[in-house]
């Protein structure tokens, strides 16, 4: 396996747009390709690029052990009566109404949200869909940049309305009310700023 990544590292990588070897300072800005374009370039999808090598390896006895082996990504989850909570989003099958309440291992593709994977110690369990992305492809990637753009709006909000406040408060309180005059309280102190009005 490491002789495998060593050839990548020195045959193919460095040809690539943005390469940035280890101890490159910045090596994440350096980036010039995403996984898309890499995929595009190749001119092949990735099964056709695969058996194009002639190559057969020994393959897992079913799809769920070949996703249990790629999908590294692994967290751990309780379910819900409405299904499983990760990355804000709500996933459902059928099969998870049995087992409420219990923790279980899902499994996920960052290159696509749409669905996890749910296993249990005895092993699989199902694969669970979101509603909101069923039919799409969302990254996680894409998830994070828009829950921060989202939060980041949410704050510029925020500072704008208390700016706001902070003026009329600032308006409210340059004129004394009619008919009162300022007289300064010393007893909380030189520093003080609270001011007291007798009426005339």
Known sequence: MERIFGTINQMCLPALPGYAPRGTPD??????????????ETGLAPQQ???????????PDSLEQLDLLLLTVAKPR????????????????????????????????????????????????????CPELAG????????????????????????????VVDRLLGAHQEQPPPGTSETSVTAAGPSSRLKLYREE
């Not at 696509?112 to 199902?126: P, Q, S, Y």
């Open 78 to 129: 309780k379910i819900h009566p409405d299904g499983i909570h990760f990355q804000g989003l709500r996933y459902l099958d059928p099969v998870l109404a049995a087992y409420v309440g219990d923790t279980v291992i899902i499994r996920y593709d960052p290159r696509d949200m749409a669905e996890i994977r749910v296993f249990t110690g005895a092993g699989f369990l199902c694969r669970a869909i």
């Open 136 to 163: 799409t492809t969302v990254s996680l990637k894409d998830i994070t940049a828009a829950r921060n753009a989202r939060r980041r709006g949410l704050a510029r909000g925020l500072r704008e309305r208390a700016s």
């Open 49 to 59: 690029r695969w058996e194009a090598g002639a190559f057969i390896p020994r393959m």
């Open 27 to 40: 090596r994440a800005g350096q980036a010039r390709l995403t996984l898309a374009e890499l995929d595009a």
